[in-house]
């Protein structure tokens, strides 16, 4: 199964949704990227993040990422694996129901699970992180720990990835080649990082 599902909304991070799908389709995976309420064709507004030395990331408007299939159409049984990109996105699709039940779905079924960033706000209102490791954007951390998730602290670097069981976490896009290298060696891949 080659298949790979990509949960995206307006003002996704523009890099943590962009490079993912791009490097997934590099290695030879199919990757449907859906958003609630949009079908193939429509796209998403992105944002991009930077640290620029301010006590937050700053935010500028990103590109158009185009979505390539239908939301609707969604049947976790045809996915090998789930990436839930950063951003804004995260803090409003957790509060649709259909994008909670599929975070569980994969998760039940055993199934690779990436976020990173905000991302891990879909983990936290799916209820999947009790007793687990991960990490995420700093600003995330009370919502993690309040879900019973032990947070791993990456200090200023935020370019590791935390690996518990079928779960891949990183805190912000500088992890990119760690998170997305940890994510498929959980699809089968032979990455040598």
Known sequence: MKKILLLAGDYVEDYEVMVPFQMLLMLGYEVHAVCPGKKAGDFVRTAVHDFEGDQTYSEKRGHNFAINHDFDKVDVADYAGLVVPGGRAPEYLRLNERVLEIVREFDAAGKPIAAICHGPQLLVSAGILKGRTCTCYAAVKPDVVAAGA??????????????????????????????IAAFVKLLGAQISI
């Open 150 to 179: 032990t947070w791993h602290d990456f200090n200023a670097t935020a370019s590791n990835a935390v690996v518990d069981g079928n779960l891949v976490t990183a805190p912000a896009w500088p992890a990119h080649p760690a998170w």
